[in-house]
């Protein structure tokens, strides 16, 4: 984990230490299949046709968004798939903040919710600043106010 995010860093896509610390915290390996190599800079497989983006994308993202995702902040991530960046935003806004996934797929967000619960992000999740619901997020969500 710490040789992808050096990786990325050497790259100049992750440039700063508040990305890097939270891309070496919530491990990406949780977030994939177990016959996945978790830290190679590729989009992965997760089933019902879908991928997990390239750790570049996420780090670019997280990059992108960093100003946005400040402790008491709130994030959607619609798409959320298998929860690693939904994860992400969640530990970056922290417990003052709130964070909802949306996904589609109900199979995944299952996947996603069991993820979390491994990472650095659990206590989030168990405490409500950080959930993930299935719908389709271009209809909207009316579960928090973001």
Not at 13 to 29: L, Q
Not at 37 to 65: Q, V
Not at 91 to 99: I, K, L, N, T, Y
Not at 115 to 124: M, Q, V
Request: charged fraction near 20%; glycine fraction near 10%; proline fraction near 3%.
């Amino acid at each position: 984990m710490e040789g992808m995010v050096q990786h990325l860093q050497s790259y100049g896509v992750i440039k700063s230490k508040k990305v890097a610390e939270v891309m070496e915290t919530i491990d990406r390996a949780l977030f994939v299949a177990e016959d996945t190599r978790p830290y190679l800079d590729s989009a992965s497989l997760i089933g019902y046709n879908a991928t997990i983006s390239a750790p570049h994308m996420h780090a670019m993202c997280l990059e992108l968004l960093e100003n946005y995702l400040n402790p008491g902040m709130h994030a959607l991530d619609v798409g959320s798939g298998t929860g690693y960046l939904t994860a992400c935003f969640a530990f970056m806004v922290g417990a003052q903040g709130r964070v909802v996934g949306v996904e589609h797929i109900p199979e995944l967000a299952e996947f996603s919710i069991g993820n979390i619960e491994e990472s650095a992000s659990a206590p989030l999740l168990k405490e409500g600043s950080l959930s993930i619901h299935v719908g389709d997020g271009r209809q909207g969500v009316r579960v928090c106010t973001i």
